[in-house]
């Protein structure tokens, strides 16, 4: 397996970190909803964390990576 960064794993982590924020715009909106006072440091780590993780999901699912044995 090629540790290199293709654009294939560039875009894909792009669009992990974006649909990871999508989720922590979210998770801030339903706690605001719910009259929870999100400070900003929440408001960073509810946005920050999830998309990371989906950068990192992204990069770990491009096409390239399956681990299948065709026979």
Avoid: D, K
């Avoid at 649909?19 to 909106?29: F, N, S, Y």
């Avoid at 440091?41 to 990371?52: D, E, I, Q, S």
């Amino acid at each position: 397996m090629s540790s290199s960064l293709t654009p294939t794993r560039i875009s894909a982590a792009f669009v992990g970190a974006l649909v990871g924020a999508a989720a922590g715009i979210v998770l801030v909106t339903a706690a605001e909803t719910f009259s929870i006072t999100v400070s900003g440091a929440f408001a960073w780590l509810a946005l920050g964390v999830p998309a990371l993780a989906g950068a990192v999901v992204g990069v770990a699912m491009t096409p390239g990576n399956t681990r299948s044995n065709p026979r």
